[in-house]
Nanobody
Framework: VQLQASGGGLVQVGGSMRLSCAAS????????MGWFRQAPGKDREFLVV????????RYADSVKGRFTISRDNAKNTVYLEMNSLKPEDTAVYYC?????????????????WGQGTLVTVSS
């Protein structure tokens, strides 16, 4: 199983950015996928998770209303659309996956991880 995250870079405060996570070697049936981030000196933070089959989604309060998760079934790819970005959104962003249907928000519950992509929000 491989997860390939991409789309990070430098963006100005208030701007938008879309991250992608391409999944290979994984059967999306019965899979949940999530996005996390980790800022320097901080713990890995949950952002959003969704159930690929059931389309249930759960967002962290810190990003609710600003970040949106979506997917392309044909490409086995999950996207994280980020709007109204703030300097505190600067972090390395990771996608993660595991089998099952519980919408875990704890990073230790995930088996598969992408390599991370850096997002820097500049003021």
């Amino acid at each position: 199983v491989q997860l390939q995250a991409s789309g990070g870079g430098l963006v100005q405060v208030g701007g938008s950015m879309r991250l992608s996570c391409a999944a290979s070697g994984i059967t999306t049936s019965g899979v949940i996928m999530g996005w996390f981030r980790q800022a320097p000196g901080k713990d890995r933070e949950f952002l959003v998770v969704f159930d690929w089959n059931g389309r249930r989604t759960r967002y962290a309060d810190s990003v609710k209303g600003r970040f949106t998760i979506s997917r392309d079934n044909a490409k086995n790819t999950v996207y994280l659309e980020m709007n109204s970005l703030k300097p505190e959104d600067t972090a390395v962003y990771y996608c993660a996956a595991r089998d099952g249907s519980v919408l875990y928000t704890i990073s230790d519950k995930y088996f598969y991880w992408g390599q991370g992509t850096l997002v820097t929000v500049s003021s």
